[in-house]
């Protein structure tokens, strides 16, 4: 089978950051796929997944409120390596256009106390494993690299 244009990234020396890893065209439409790299993959270790899934309920409650995002945000999930995040939006978009809801996001989640949206047995697949603490302790961590980093459109 052919390697996915994802899978021809250098993953060796892929540093913390916001990707963008593909545009989609679907009919007139562009659809943008960010990966909210959160470690460095191979080098530092990954996301515990209960803290994944924390920070995927609340992430995704977080942006799905929000008056403007509500409407452009088509997915937020989880990367199988654990290491970070695919957010798919509508629109041509570049990091520099995701960076204000990013650190409000991450903000969010860093101060985030209280019941874990969506973390009962009717709404969820797995509703025991989360890891609040923990979340929150990765989200400052990537919330103050996010405050640090420069983005420009390329
Ligand atoms: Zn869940």
Request: proline share 5%; net charge negative; glycine share 6%.
């Amino acid at each position: 089978m052919e390697k996915i244009a994802s899978f021809k990234v250098d993953h060796t020396t892929l540093m913390r950051g916001v990707y963008v890893s593909r545009k989609d065209k679907i009919g007139q439409e562009t659809v943008t796929t960010f990966d909210i790299r959160m470690t460095e993959p191979n080098r530092e270790p990954a996301i515990d997944p209960a803290v994944m899934h924390t920070i995927e309920h609340l992430a995704a409650t977080f942006i799905r409120n929000d008056a403007r995002w509500k409407d452009l945000l088509l997915y937020w999930g989880p990367m199988g390596c654990c290491t970070g995040f695919y957010m798919i939006v509508k629109g041509d978009m570049e990091p520099c256009d995701v960076m204000d809801i990013l650190k409000r996001t991450f903000a969010f989640i860093k101060d985030y106390d209280g019941e874990i949206p969506g973390a009962t047995p009717d709404s969820c697949g797995n509703y025991l494993f989360h890891d609040l603490p923990q979340a929150k302790r990765e989200a400052g961590i990537y919330l103050s690299y996010l405050q640090l980093a420069i983005y420009t459109v390329s």
